[in-house]
């Protein structure tokens, strides 16, 4: 018996030391890490040869050996110096397809994390070979960098390769701790989301990585994702930020009318409620929807108020009290009608401004009142108070590269005496210690174009309001444009329209996505050594509340042109955009929860994504 049992032992011993054989990647079944004690050539035994040199790279020919990178990535085992890689077959190095999905491939291996975070960014050479990676999925869900690489670090290079029929699942979810993450784009704590990299340094080289029929899917997004690029998130190389293109487009307006049917829903259903933290109620700052934020047109407003500032509460000195506006959006009052696009960070009418007329033809009535203003240069450093400015409209226009033209504005006046004018603060590295007749430039009617030469102030924003800077910074997130009366008479407008259009682009202005693209088929890189790269490209913003899948497809040569299907839910009152740039005009049909939206071959396209489920589409040629 004790012989029978010792055979039976070794018979066991045996069948561990084959099965640990045969599955070099037992570490996945029985444990989340690697050895501890991985250097140098040891790290072969997660690809198919090679030591990692230059010379001698670790290749790369099975589903494993790409599941394993990640994971040695994500460890941080490969840190320690530049290590080299190469996808092709183990034998003759020929370039090869790895099918993710493929019978053989075991499931742990099918869905893996992207390659490199900023903890761990790669930052070795991934040299594809011609190679494809076909049916992979990318599983994004707690991670801030989201592709086939998450992040790619400084002086790394990755090139040469296909990637078919990928699925990138960014779905950051609430419960992902977030304290490492780093900043994009303007300081914000965000996801970044592309086909290829969802994050690629200055220095790092990415070039002839092309995707095939990709699907980027955000269906269960809960926390901030962005895309850049759609095949690349963000690129450190300019900030997250693509001067000139649709994310620079932006408008908006304010009408009477609108005023007037907002202002008297307010009245109608908050009434009794308190204002701005306080003890008074709406009906101080709108004592009829005739008198808008304000008491009449000719008195001296002391106690004031403006559009964009009021908040409201059904208890007194309520210090989280929402803005009044917001709160309407909320409670879902239709507040965007007629034309308008209030923007509460962009415009203001400040008290002392009546509504008169009827409707459609109603205006905004100004008298004079800018010997009420503070003086600019008194201001230096300290908040910027849009009630110290009362009747009044004020502006907050972004910066651009001209400042002599920083978009187009429409003034539609009623009609009678009085214009509008701008009171010019800023008098070339200072601003003016008084606000006089003589300073003010008139504001015309019908389109003109927006200088900063008449703006009032320059303003960062601070997260709580704006913060007037010195005239000469040439740092800040806001011209302050301050429009009154100029003279005696009373002025009616009917509406002041800001929009922004940007310039024409070029392949230049793309300079992060030259050599990569969308195409077709592996043919038309591989049988066009001249290859023309399309330039194709989109980026989005999402909150918690908005949900997305998108997948670009790219039609044959002979109908060269691509289809995009995009599918979204939005679960309360807000929207987004998802902005395409085309700039080789490539025939583009979009497709959005299977309705056909655009057809066309314009340059810039800009879709905003409502929550009611419709859609509005832009253009640019």
Do not use: C
């Amino acid at each position: 018996m004790k012989r029978l049992h010792v055979v039976k032992i070794v018979i066991a011993f045996l069948s561990l030391i084959l099965m640990v054989s045969g599955m070099t990647y037992a570490w996945y079944v029985n444990s989340s890490e690697y050895e501890g004690n991985l250097v140098g050539s040891s790290k072969v035994n997660y690809f198919a040869k090679g030591t990692g040199t230059e010379l001698d790279p670790f290749i790369i020919s099975e589903v494993n050996h790409m599941f394993n990178l990640s994971k040695l990535q994500e460890k941080g085992y490969l840190q320690d110096k530049v290590y080299h890689f190469m996808v092709a077959d183990k034998d003759t190095l020929a370039p090869i397809t790895i099918d993710f999905t493929g019978q053989d491939v075991a499931s742990y291996y099918q869905l893996f994390n992207p390659i490199g975070d900023h903890i761990y960014p790669f930052i070795g050479n991934f040299e594809g070979n011609e190679s494809t990676l076909l049916n992979l999925r990318i599983d994004g869900s707690t991670k801030q960098d989201i592709g086939v690489f998450g992040f790619i670090g400084d002086n790394a290079t990755v090139r040469n390769f296909f990637i078919e029929n990928p699925i990138i699942y960014s779905n950051p979810t609430s419960a992902t701790p977030i304290d490492d993450f780093h900043e994009h784009n303007e300081g914000h704590i965000n996801r970044a989301t592309g086909y290829i990299v969802g994050h690629l340094n200055s220095s790092a080289i990415l070039e002839k990585v092309y995707v095939i029929s990709p699907k980027i899917d955000s269906s269960g997004n809960q926390m901030p994702n962005r895309s850049q690029y759609g095949l690349i998130g963000y690129t450190q190389a300019d900030g997250g930020v693509l001067d000139g293109g649709p994310r620079d487009t932006y408008f908006f307006s304010l009408t009477a009318d609108w005023a007037y049917n907002v202002f008297d829903l307010a009245r109608t259903h908050y009434l009794n409620h308190y204002i701005n933290s306080g003890l008074l109620t709406l009906t101080s700052a709108i004592p009829s929807n005739i008198q808008l934020v304000g008491k009449t047109q000719t008195s001296n407003v002391p106690i004031n108020y403006s559009v964009s500032t009021l908040k409201i509460s059904p208890i007194p000195n309520d210090p989280n009290a929402p803005y009044l506006y917001d709160q309407m959006v909320l409670d879902g009052y239709e507040v965007n009608q007629l034309g308008s696009v209030y923007s509460r960070q962009n415009i203001d009418v400040v008290g002392g401004v009546n509504i008169t007329g009827t409707e459609g033809n109603r205006a905004f009535a100004f008298s004079k009142t800018f010997d009420k203003f503070p003086a600019p240069s008194t201001l230096i450093n300290q908040p910027f108070v849009p009630t110290n400015f009362p009747g009044s409209i004020i502006l907050y226009v972004r910066p651009s590269s001209d400042i002599s033209n920083l978009g187009t504005i429409v003034g539609d006046y009623l009609g009678g005496g009085g214009t509008l004018a701008y009171v010019a603060g800023i008098d070339g590295s200072t601003y003016r210690s008084s606000i006089k007749l003589n300073n003010l430039v008139t504001f015309p009617s019908g389109p003109s174009t927006m200088s900063g030469l008449n703006a009032f102030a320059k303003v960062i924003d601070n997260g709580n309001g704006y913060t007037v800077v010195p005239a000469n910074a040439a740092i800040f997130d806001y011209y302050v444009f301050v429009l009154t009366n100029s003279n005696s008479n009373s002025t009616t407008i009917k509406s002041v329209l800001f929009e922004y259009s940007p310039a024409v682009l070029n392949d230049s202005d793309l300079e992060s996505i030259k050599n990569v693209d969308f195409i077709n088929s592996k043919d038309d890189v591989l049988l066009s050594p001249n290859y023309i790269n399309s330039y194709l490209n989109f980026g989005y913003d999402l909150i918690g509340t908005q949900r997305l899948t998108l997948q670009v497809n790219r039609r044959p040569v002979t109908t060269d042109g691509f289809d995009i299907y995009i599918n979204f839910e939005i679960t309360d009152t807000s929207f987004f955009y998802i902005d395409f740039i085309n700039i080789n005009n490539k025939m583009v049909s979009i497709y959005v929860n299977n309705n056909l939206v655009f057809s066309g071959n314009n340059r810039i396209m800009i879709l905003r994504m409502n929550y009611d489920e419709t859609v509005s589409v832009k253009t640019y040629t």
